[in-house]
């Protein structure tokens, strides 16, 4: 039995039949949980992935990208011209795991340990988006909404179903709402803090009506910490 597949993993640690106990024998091991993060938006490469966690090492990364392909989260494909390099992207299981780290996500920011300063990758923003997104605030409003992150782009697509993300890798025409930062911490005060862009200091900049924008902004909304 290949080792990393799901039947040699479980009862590895904790001789346990409970499945939450076997989930973190799945994915519990150190930096495994945010290699999947990133490949919840689509394809990754080796590189990609390495430069996007910069405090994993490429002993580690291998070692968990074999772990969860042997696991069958993770599958291995050849990226369509003209990139045609190998890439690795998430199953349909291992889609499945999105809900699950959002009620992770929902759970642990509640806590006052939570840092909301430290770094956040652009797709892990894009991430908490639909993450923390309120449906009873949706009504009838639909959207097209491009976010730039320094490099990477991303379109949304609102509608009474949620908050649909997908990466982009060209300028995309047609959208309601554009929003622009450097980085994703550069969203947060006016996200997740209702700060004013000015009030930001500017780091984020709004194309399209204002209006509209602030009634996209007011959907998001962390929950109540404890105590």
């Known amino acids: 039995m290949p080792e990393g597949s799901p039947a040699a993993s479980h009862g590895r640690w904790y001789r346990d039949a409970c499945g939450a106990a076997f989930a973190m024998e ?5 930096w495994t949980l945010p290699i999947v993060r990133e490949m919840m938006l689509g394809p990754r490469r080796f590189n990609g992935l390495r430069g996007a966690l910069p405090g994993l090492s490429a002993k580690v990364l291998t ?5 969860l392909e042997a696991s069958g989260i993770v599958r291995r494909l050849t990226l369509p ?53 309120m449906p009873d605030r949706i009504g009838d409003l639909a959207l097209r909404v491009v976010f ?24 995309l025409p047609g959208a309601d709402l554009r929003f622009s930062a450097e980085t994703a911490t550069d969203y ?16 984020l900049s709004v194309e399209g009506d204002e209006a509209l924008a602030r009634r996209f902004i007011d959907l998001f ?7």
Do not use: C, N
């Open 26 to 30: 799945l994915v519990g091991e150190r």
């Open 63 to 67: 070692e968990r990208l074999g772990s």
């Open 81 to 133: 011209p003209p990139a045609s390099v190998q890439a690795y992207a998430l199953t349909e299981w291992g889609l499945a795991l999105e809900p699950v780290m959002q009620e992770l996500g929902r759970w642990a920011v509640r806590s006052p340990g939570h840092d909301p300063l430290l770094p956040l990758t652009p797709v892990a923003f894009m991430l908490s988006l639909r993450t923390m997104l």
């Open 148 to 171: 730039d992150v320094g490099e990477a782009r991303f379109v949304g697509r609102l509608d009474r179903d949620g908050l649909k993300i997908e990466s982009a890798g060209e300028a």
């Open 188 to 203: 947060l005060p006016v996200f997740y803090g209702k700060r004013s862009v000015e009030e930001a200091g500017g780091r």
């Open 221 to 227: 909304a962390l929950p109540a910490k404890l105590g």
